[in-house]
Structures are given as C-alpha cells and as structure tokens.
T-cell receptor, first 116, second 117 residues
Framework: AQKITQTQPGMFVQEKEAVTLDCTYDTSDPSYGLFWYKQPSSGEMIFLIY??????QNATEGRYSLNFQKARKSANLVISASQLGDSAMYFCAMREGRRNFNKFYFGSGTKLNVKP | GAVVSQHPSRVICKSGTSVKIECRSL??????MFWYRQFPKKSLMLMAT?????????EQGVEKDKFLINHASLTLSTLTVTSAHPEDSSFYICSASTSGLTTGELFFGEGSRLTVL
C-alpha cells in the first residue's frame, strides 16, 4: 500500500485566495512525523511545515497550516493568501517511528499554479 | 537552518563515462545522508542511505554497482554513476537529517541534473 497519497496532480488558485492540498498517509506505527516540502522549478526542496503524531494542535508556519486529522490519517496543507511565488510542486512526506527514523516516504506531489 | 550543498548542479556526460556528485553538510555533522532520484514531474525515489564509515544501504531495485556511494566523512557523501547511459539521465538529490533535533527534518541539497548523451 502507498505510504503517502496525494490525489491532486494539479491545482489552480487565484492570487490572494486560500488553497488546500490533500495528503493521506498509511502507517501502523504510533510514532510518526508528517512534512510538507515545496519544490519550485529550480528543483530545490524547501521545508514548509512539520506535524508530529503526538502533537495536539495543528502546526502553523506563517501562511502555511497543516490540517491534521489523525483518525482519518490525513495531513492537508492549507496555504492562505496565495502568492504568485507559491506556484510550485508540493510534496507530502512521512517519517515513521524509531526503527526507520531516517527513512522518509514521499507522495507523488501536487503542482500548484497561482493565477494573477 | 541546516545547509546541505550539492555539486555539480548540472552535468552532461557521454555514454559510458562515470560521473561523481558530491553532497556536503555545511554546518552540521550528518552521520546519515540520503540519495534520491527524481524523474520529470514525479516524486522522489529513495535510492540509498549513506552511512558514514560503513556501506550504503540500497533500496530494492537500485543497482549498487551502478550507483556507488561513499560516505568518507561526517560532512561528505558522494554518488558515482558508473558507465552512465542515457536512461540514467535524471535529477539526483541528496539530503541529510538532523535526527538530534525534535523534528528530524530532512535538509536537501540543490539537486544535480544529469544528462547522459
């Protein structure tokens, strides 16, 4: 089974509006971490936000927030007040437990286009 | 935040030659580094885990004799694509984890775009 699933290959959003990028995950490990990365056309991977499985509150970092629904195993990224510079590929990733602490699983990505 | 530097960013080589890509952690010691391969418009595929002072751990389906990984120091890992062929053309990204921190997030290099003619 896929560890990380991103069902939206492409998304469009109007500048200044909010957008939600979907991510669901699959793990039986009670301890895990969820990450979102942004990859602009230059190719570099930029860390956006992190959510730990035991965190009680949803993570927020500036315009980015993570809608963590543990029972549904979803970790959607919400970008508020979209900017043209937000146009990029976005990857959801998961790190499981202690044994494979350093092994990250990536989703297939969502290409976000912000329209002026 | 932690910085990982990758070099070269772009390389073009002839078929049959070998290419070395370097990955350096600039401001922290990385006992473990990771090498990913990314095809156009696709996700990152973990190729191998590079461990300082020991052999790399390769993912299933990745040829260890084709993709040689050396992690000679706590700040440097290298990936050598041996006898490169056009199908090896891809975007290769290294990363390192600061597992000592709470999040243990991955820090990525800038990536290396390999084109084999």
């Amino acid at each position: 089974a896929q560890k990380i699933t991103q069902t939206q290959p492409g998304m469009f959003v109007q500048e200044k509006e909010a957008v939600t990028l979907d991510c669901t995950y699959d793990t039986s490990d009670p301890s895990y971490g969820l990450f979102w990365y942004k990859q602009p056309s230059s190719g570099e991977m930029i860390f956006l936000i992190y959510q730990g499985s035991y965190d009680q509150q949803n993570a927020t970092e500036g315009r980015y927030s993570l809608n963590f629904q543990k029972a549904r195993k979803s970790a959607n990224l919400v970008i508020s007040a979209s900017q043209l510079g937000d146009s990029a590929m976005y990857f959801c990733a998961m790190r499981e437990g202690r044994r494979n602490f350093n092994k990250f699983y990536f989703g297939s990505g969502t290409k976000l286009n912000v329209k002026p | 935040g932690a910085v990982v530097s990758q070099h070269p960013s772009r390389v073009i080589c002839k078929s049959g030659t070998s290419v070395k890509i370097e990955c350096r952690s600039l401001d922290f010691q990385a006992t473990t580094m990771f090498w990913y391969r990314q095809f156009p418009k696709k996700s990152l595929m973990l190729m191998a885990t590079s461990n300082e002072g020991s052999k790399a751990t390769y993912e299933q389906g990745v040829e260890k004799d084709k993709f040689l990984i050396n992690h000679a120091s706590l700040t440097l890992s290298t990936l050598t694509v041996t006898s490169a062929h056009p199908e090896d053309s891809s975007f290769y990204i290294c990363s390192a984890s600061t597992s000592g921190l709470t999040t243990g997030e991955l820090f990525f290099g800038e990536g290396s775009r390999l084109t084999v003619l």
